[in-house]
């Protein structure tokens, strides 16, 4: 059993950021590492699994009010679907798990455990397609996919088996694919600023980081406080590629076939990385109140003369908040002290703490404390419950903001390799820079720094001019990149 020493963080997020984010997912209650021997698999708890669940819910709402339509396809999907896929994307061999027996018996063909749902779930799309006036196809899946290639990993941000969604759609036209992708990635960029309280950048991947056999490949990135980016929702044009190997095809009102023009999209569980360490701090996990599990915790707070009283007082308030909707603890345990339970729901994130006693009760009032900063102020117990939205609104207020700001004081420019690879070398964040679009100009930071163009971004105001040359190679520049490490 652990002692009330081994509660608390130990590590430090500012020098010891892997250290330090380990210890908060364990600590505070949101996920185990898997059994031994099964390096990068984690067991995500209740209180974590709750976090997920939130994202999901968010995004379902999005999707189905945008005509999109969940459905399941097998995890496991045979070779030969694997090699249609080579035929679109050259050399595509991901490090995919294999099942070659089922029970005693050898399988004739080897099944995949899904790395990703493109070939199999598109030679269904091609079943259900037939004329324009099936267009537009737009299916979901809610799954688990199995990448045995990670290496070093991390909860949430990297591990072998993951959570996500990946959505594919079908559509007549290429605009109509394009105006698909950025639907998605817009939703994508909602989520993390309306839900997660984490500004993001918007815009695509360089051509040859781009989804293998897309068009084009659009990004959101979240920058973490340790100056790496996160790639945090990807949404692809995928052109008529996917839809010529798979025979996605549909008669146009003049009866001709044509191709259909997909897209796919998706969002894993690493969004509760980035949720984790942007907000959290050396106390432990810090949450904003739209997906915290407990969104209040009530702290009464007795002598044994008043105890009957404050109790009675902290349940009627913990009714009016649960009859509100607001997901709210009482933590009347009698074995710990005030201290202990403040430090303990600290460590696990709750936005907000209503500490009630003796004056409190004989004023009317509560005290209520802010997680991200401990601001402290009085309130009136009458409306308590449209006091405490007010509180929540408060509380994602601060965390937004300190999030932009991390965001706004790490975007920096650069005009030479010298000056890109001294400031990433030194702040970290993003560098944005005018580039020839030629690949070999990013290996001149990236092999030193094992930094990379992460997008380029959809912004008029930031496209290149005829004045504008490659920070690289000197020659005309064609876009703007933004270099930065990342998870």
Same mark, same amino acid.
């Given at each position: ?9 130990? &590590? ?25 021997? @099964? ?43 694997? #090699? ?10 991901? #490090? ?22 493109? !070939? ?13 006036? $099936? ?58 600023? $309306? ?28 920058? @973490?406080?340790?100056?790496? !980016? ?31 023009? %997909?897209?796919?999209?998706?969002? !894993? ?7 984790? @360490? ?15 599990? #407990? ?81 402290? %102020? ?8 449209? %006091? ?26 650069? /005009? ?43 912004? &008029?105001?930031?496209?290149?001019? /005829? ?7 000197? /020659? ?12």
């Amino acid at each position: 059993m652990s002692s009330d020493q081994d509660l608390g963080i130990t &590590e430090s997020k500012q020098y010891n950021t892997g250290e330090w984010y380990a210890e908060v997912v364990q600590k505070a209650g949101l996920a185990n590492y898997g059994p031994e021997g @099964m390096s990068g698999f984690i067991v995500t708890r209740p209180r974590g699994y709750a976090l997920w669940e939130s994202i999901q819910a968010n995004l379902d709402g999005k999707f189905k009010s945008t005509g999109v339509q969940n459905a399941y396809f097998p995890m496991l999907i045979p070779e030969s679907y694997l #090699e249609r896929e080579k035929d679109v994307v050259e050399g595509f061999d991901p #490090e995919v798990a294999w099942v070659t027996h089922g029970g005693h018996n050898e399988l004739e063909e080897r099944l995949a455990v899904r790395p990703t749902s493109e !070939s199999i779930i598109a030679p269904y799309m091609a079943q259900w397609v037939r004329s324009h006036r $099936d267009l537009p196809l737009r299916v979901n899946q809610w799954c688990s996919v199995v990448r045995w290639e990670a290496t070093d990993t991390k909860p949430f941000f990297r591990t072998k088996e993951f959570l996500w969604q990946e959505g594919h759609t079908a559509h007549a036209s290429h605009d109509e694919a394009w105006d698909e992708t950025m639907l998605r990635l817009d939703q994508y960029a909602s989520l993390y600023e $309306d839900l997660l309280a984490v500004p993001v950048l918007k815009g695509q991947k360089p051509d040859h980081d781009k989804f293998p056999g897309a068009h084009t490949t659009t990004t959101v990135e979240a920058l @973490m406080p340790d100056g790496k !980016s996160v790639q945090a929702g990807t949404s692809h044009h995928l052109g008529t590629s996917f839809a010529e190997a798979f025979d996605i095809t549909y008669a146009d009102e003049d009866e001709n076939r044509q191709p259909a023009h %997909t897209t796919s999209w998706g969002l !894993s569980w690493r969004a509760l990385g980035a949720l984790i @360490m942007t907000h959290s701090d050396d106390q432990g996990l810090v949450l904003p109140p739209t997906v915290a599990p #407990e969104q209040v915790v009530i702290v009464p707070i007795w002598q044994e003369d008043t105890k009957e009283e404050v109790l009675a007082y902290a349940e009627d308030v913990a009714e009016d908040l649960a009859d509100a909707d607001i997901r709210v603890e009482l933590d009347d345990r009698d074995e710990r002290n005030p201290g202990f339970k403040f430090n303990e729901w600290e460590l696990k994130g709750v936005p907000v703490r209503l500490e009630i006693g003796p004056n409190e009760v004989a004023d009317g009032e509560v005290t209520v404390v802010h997680r991200p900063d401990g601001e402290s %102020t009085v309130e009136s117990r009458d409306g308590i419950a449209e %006091t405490v939205r007010e509180q929540f609104d408060a509380v994602y207020a601060k965390l937004y903001a300190a999030a932009e700001t991390n965001l706004d004081e790490n975007v920096r420019e650069a /005009d030479s390799r010298e000056e890109i690879l001294g400031t990433l070398g030194r702040h970290g964040g993003y560098v944005k820079t005018p580039w020839c679009g030629d690949e070999a100009c990013e290996e001149p930071i990236k092999e030193p720094l094992s930094a990379e163009i992460v997008l380029c971004p959809f912004d &008029e105001d930031e496209t290149v001019g /005829d004045d504008d040359h490659c920070s690289i190679c000197g /020659d005309q520049a064609t876009q703007t990149a933004y270099f930065a490490k990342n998870y």
